[in-house]
């Protein structure tokens, strides 16, 4: 029996079986995380990071997120108007609708390829503490308590080797002016000690103040552009740690866990006492949010006072800033998330202590 082969058809569903398709592999993916690892991870994906670094990432003086947006404003206007003067007054609502449901399912299907082509599979990818031979576990609540000590001690350790800074607050003159670089050639050192590609130069773009506060983000990797990006108007202190995060992602890691861990790593990486401590800092914040009400009552009076003053100074900054809507992006980050295969949703960014946690029993048992 031979089938008709409607070519005209077969245009005109093209977005929605290539978005099909993509997320078949995303699925196989997830089942052999091996063959992600070393068909994407390590193979296409350094391909794309290749191009991206040596044409808009490196030569755009602006973030691409803006001309992203932009053109989308652009391409949609386009199309509303275009099916405006195409209009049939004769057609029937049935046959209207029928035709609005598959350009959009064109459109979803685009965005899912793209996403996933781009970057999305690296979901998939063997994690990194495997990779690293970490055994991650839960914290029993006094090991939990031991790891907000250890933090809180190397916290004041490295702000106190910051040149004569006392207990005044730390500003942006302790930090260098590059950041960006800064950043990205400490956590470029990691990578490649663990034995990870660092193909291309990943941005790390600091994006108009208020813009991420708005929807309560501190940063965002965007991979349609495969550039990392940060709010501008973080405290100084916030930045490094930051900025290393999303440039993890960029470096084709999913996980807000690992990148939190990456980040950790890449901070302490730096020359600079500043970045040292943002790092120990910001970590030191993560554990102190999950330990019992008790420890913290006993222990929140002990805080170094240089360190208090930064956490006084880092919590202005953010009220500056209002969020526009409301606990919505929490509710569409935690599904993202779990859509993703990230079960724990929002609470993956606390994997980060486990991790670290992890790293030093390791190097405990190694010496």
């Known amino acids: 029996m031979v089938f008709p082969l409607n070519i005209k058809i077969q245009k005109k569903h093209r977005w929605l079986w290539l ?5 078949l592999l995303r699925i196989i993916y997830g089942i052999f995380p091996a063959f992600c690892e070393y068909s994407y991870s390590r193979g296409f994906f350094l391909g794309i990071r290749w191009i991206v670094d040596n044409t808009w990432g490196h030569f755009m003086p602006f973030a691409m997120f803006y001309v992203f947006f932009l053109t989308i404003g652009i391409w949609a206007a386009w199309a509303l108007r275009k099916e405006y003067l195409g209009r049939d007054a004769n057609r029937s609502w049935k046959k209207w609708s029928g035709k609005a449901l598959l350009n959009f399912g064109n459109f979803l299907g685009a965005v899912v390829f793209f996403f996933l082509v781009f970057w999305g599979f690296n979901y998939a990818r063997i994690p990194l503490e495997d990779q690293m031979g970490l055994e991650v576990r839960k914290l ?11 933090i809180a001690q190397k916290s004041a350790a490295a702000r106190a080797e910051i040149p004569g800074i006392d207990t005044f607050e730390v500003m942006a003159k302790h930090f260098p002016e590059d950041l960006e670089t800064e950043m990205r050639n400490c956590l470029v050192q990691v990578l490649k000690e663990l034995g990870y590609p660092t193909v291309g130069k990943v941005r790390g773009r600091q994006l108009y103040p208020g813009l991420l506060n708005g929807f309560n983000s501190s940063g965002v990797y965007w991979p349609f552009t495969g550039e990392g990006h940060i709010e501008s108007a973080l405290h100084i202190l916030q930045k490094p740690f930051t900025m290393a995060h999303e440039m993890s992602h960029g470096y084709g890691f999913g996980d807000e866990g690992t990148c939190n861990f990456l980040g950790y790593l890449a901070c302490l990486k730096s020359k600079y006492p500043a970045i040292r401590y943002s790092g120990y800092l910001n970590c030191w914040r ?12 006993h222990n929140r009076p002990l805080i170094d006072r240089g360190m208090f003053n930064d956490l006084e100074a880092i919590h202005r900054e953010m009220k500056k800033y209002f969020e526009f809507l409301p ?5 569409a980050y935690e599904a993202y998330l779990k859509m993703q295969g990230i079960e724990d949703g929002l609470q993956n960014y606390d994997r980060m202590i486990l991790m ?4 030093r029993r390791k190097n405990t048992s190694d010496n």
């Open 19 to 23: 978005g099909a398709a993509a997320l």
């Open 140 to 150: 029993y609540m006094g090991e939990l308590r031991a790891e907000a000590d250890y």
């Open 286 to 297: 993560y554990v102190f949010s999950e330990v019992d009400d008790e420890y913290y009552l």
């Open 327 to 331: 606990g919505l992006q929490e509710l």
């Open 356 to 359: 670290v946690a992890a790293l």
